[in-house]
């Protein structure tokens, strides 16, 4: 029973806090409502059994405990003292109630409680670092040290910055509510950000031993879907969806059984998804050619070429040089030129990128893919020193052990 109830957490626990937060109008009130219904959880399932429908029972268990913390505290005896909380509880049915879980997955994919939550911790009157940040602890559950470390701050710094935020959100008044047409382009650039960060830490954690969170991935592509039918022909969101899918087809080529990380051009292609890569490919198209297209759009592109092509030597490095061109222009950033500068060093030879690559090396001081790169072309060129000398710098910023293992498997194949 507690491994289903461990995988009932890591499944459905944020589905269960962004319900509740509606319910309860407050983050810290959710958050201690979910801690304890999963408590309640662990000690009357096993001896009661599993419930018909546990998302049901865990909200409406939690929404009981929220009550009686606020009875306790403020010593209500009477519903007439809270009628928010009153109204609140009416809202969700009791737990027995078969249909409950039916009618909520029924339910237009605009009432998504979580998508809801995204733009509510999006919203402009926060900082947009906050704003990301707040999200991927609240909405998506990443641990406060996870987020401290993508963002290269301290812990304490990431931590005090999610409280702040959270108790502008509470003086402030800001409804848990997807917002309408008017206000949802100022909050648009962070939400996409947002489910962008979730995707990269599950399609390639940004630290310890596992490659990829999966979960975390399929999270993120569904939040990216219900976006979309919430804004439907949005070039950008479907940029996004776009790229999130084309890179998630080749999930299961992207490491061996061991967990040892396989490059791009080494993968074994037949494993890659041919329908979801269709499918991120045939949206690239479309966002393409609405106006008002950028960058999600520009790397969808990108990644359909590469997903596209038969064999890796057969990848069209002329096309995909001047898509990144166009990357550059609208989103002009050292990864991206570092990007361009590989995808040269395809189409022209290892020293043409490694000419364009030097000097992106100060701009990026913690970025291990920038030395990464720079070694590859390094040992393609024959420089077996230098090559050896960028790996040991990759490898020693790598976060990620598998990172770390390929680089080093690298620099041991160049000998000495």
């Given at each position: 029973m507690i491994t289903a109830i461990d995988e009932i957490y890591r499944r459905d626990s944020r589905r269960v806090f962004s319900i509740l937060v509606r319910l309860l109008g407050s983050l810290e009130a959710a958050e201690e409502a979910l801690h304890d219904a999963f408590v309640a959880a662990t000690e009357q399932w096993p001896a009661q059994g599993l419930p018909a429908h546990p998302v049901a029972w865990l909200v409406s268990t939690g929404r009981f405990k929220a009550i009686d913390r606020i009875r306790r505290q403020t010593r209500i005896v009477s519903w007439d003292s809270a009628p928010e909380l009153a109204e609140a509880a009416a809202a969700v049915p009791d737990e027995q109630a078969p249909s409950w879980e039916q009618q909520w997955d029924a339910r237009r994919d605009i009432e998504d409680d979580r998508l809801r939550l995204i733009f509510t911790c999006c919203h402009p009157s926060l900082a947009e670092e906050a704003r990301i940040a707040l999200t991927l602890r609240e909405v998506c559950g990443l641990p406060t040290e996870a987020i401290a470390s993508a963002f290269l701050i301290p812990t304490p710094t990431l931590a005090q910055r999610i409280v702040r935020s959270k108790a502008k959100i509470r003086a402030a008044g800001i409804p848990y509510e997807v917002p309408g047409p008017a206000d949802r382009a100022s909050r648009m650039a962070s939400v996409?950000?947002?489910?962008?960060?979730?995707?990269?830490?599950?399609?390639?954690?940004?630290?310890?031993?596992?490659?990829?969170?999966?979960?975390?991935?399929?999270?993120?592509?569904?939040?990216?879907?219900?976006?979309?039918?919430?804004?439907?022909?949005?070039?950008?969101?479907?940029?996004?969806?776009?790229?999130?899918?084309?890179?998630?087809?080749?999930?299961?080529?992207?490491?061996?059984?061991?967990?040892?990380?396989?490059?791009?051009?080494?993968?074994?292609?037949?494993?890659?998804?041919?329908?979801?890569?269709?499918?991120?490919?045939?949206?690239?198209?479309?966002?393409?050619?609405?106006?008002?297209?950028?960058?999600?759009?520009?790397?969808?592109?990108?990644?359909?070429?590469?997903?596209?092509?038969?064999?890796?030597?057969?990848?069209?490095?002329?096309?995909?040089?001047?898509?990144?061109?166009?990357?550059?222009?609208?989103?002009?950033?050292?990864v991206v030129a570092l990007n361009r500068a590989v995808a040269v060093a395809m189409r022209d030879g290892p020293e043409a990128g490694l000419e364009l690559i030097g000097p992106l090396l100060s701009a990026l001081p913690d970025y291990h893919l920038a030395p990464a790169a720079m070694a590859d072309l390094c040992r393609r060129a024959g420089r077996i020193e230098a090559a050896r000398e960028h790996y040991r710098a990759a490898a020693a910023l790598a976060q990620q052990e598998p990172e770390r293992r390929f680089l080093m498997r690298r620099l041991t194949e160049l000998g000495g």
């Open positions: 996409l950000r947002v489910i962008y960060l979730v995707f990269n830490e599950g399609y390639s954690a940004h630290a310890g031993t596992a490659t990829q969170h999966i979960e975390l991935a399929d999270e993120a592509i569904r939040l990216a879907r219900l976006l979309m039918s919430l804004m439907p022909g949005e070039p950008e969101v479907m940029g996004l969806l776009a790229l999130m899918q084309l890179h998630h087809a080749r999930s299961a080529a992207r490491c061996t059984g061991a967990g040892d990380l396989v490059p791009l051009d080494e993968q074994d292609r037949a494993r890659w998804d041919r329908e979801a890569i269709a499918e991120g490919a045939a949206l690239a198209e479309a966002a393409l050619r609405q106006r008002g297209f950028g960058p999600y759009a520009l790397q969808a592109a990108i990644a359909a070429v590469h997903a596209e092509a038969a064999h890796a030597t057969s990848t069209d490095w002329p096309q995909i040089v001047g898509l990144y061109d166009a990357l550059l222009r609208a989103e002009p950033s050292p």
